[in-house]
């Protein structure tokens, strides 16, 4: 006869038996019901959650920033035919279309059979368990990381790092990785990892700190550079914004004045900041008018 501990450890496991299969079932997400979808945890258990309304930014309304689009849809569209391609960082100033470039990819090519998978950077330990769920699918995927930076010891930088070139598996074909950042190498970097850098033969050989920051970020096959806009770009992207509001008749020297001023009290003359200002402008004078 049993005894009731013996008991309750056959329930138990029986238990975790049931849960086990019933999440497993819930892993397969149906990849027709959305385009974009992100990696969620529930009781340490990951899921793809569907987005059902995702950004709708097009390409067309990223304006200043046409060089990094060019690089970064014909890298896509390579992706896409099956033909060689990158993962991708994509780094620099705050606001300058890192991450509307992404979503606007997934605008234009989802017909195509593109999707994205959305994953924070907390949740990048895995990735191994993310990507190993994707090789027999027929759709092709970005994994997109939004706003990347790493400490030295994070085990998510590691899993990434694994990801991206290292590990002893292969990573799919169907999938790319696409991550922003401010920091052109993902982790913070401090004079006192310059102080190890030596001079030997008159080449620079840097110290281990700062070729293990290095790493990660070379392992990503493009790089993409956004900085603040110049006045005058950051003045035709509100004009852009505010046509795109039907706004087609304003006093267009106040427009400026009150645009550069919008931009000095933010510190930033960002495609965000002329988006922001355009909508209150657009909304002020509709308003004065109606």
Known sequence: MSTPKKMLKRIDKFLTFLEDRFLTEQEAPDWEQALAYRWRKQEEQGYFHPINHPHQIRLIDLQGIEQQKTICE????????????NNILLWGSRGTGKSSLIKALLNQYAQEGLRLIEVDRQDLIDLPEIVETLYQVKYRFIIFCDDLSFEQDDASYKALKSILDGSISAAPDNVLI????????LMPEYMSDNLQSKHVEGELHYSEAIEEKISLSERFGIWLSFYPFKQ?????????????????????AAMRTAALQWAL?????????AWQFARDWAGQEIFSHS
């Open 178 to 185: 696409y991550a922003t950042s401010n920091r052109r190498h």
């Open 232 to 252: 005058e770009e950051y003045l035709e992207i509100v004009e852009y914004w505010l046509e795109e509001l039907g706004l087609t008749k304003y006093d267009k």
């Open 265 to 273: 009290a933010r510190g930033s003359r960002s495609g965000r900041s």
């Open 74 to 85: 014909r890298n896509t569209v390579q992706f896409l035919r099956g033909k060689p391609a």
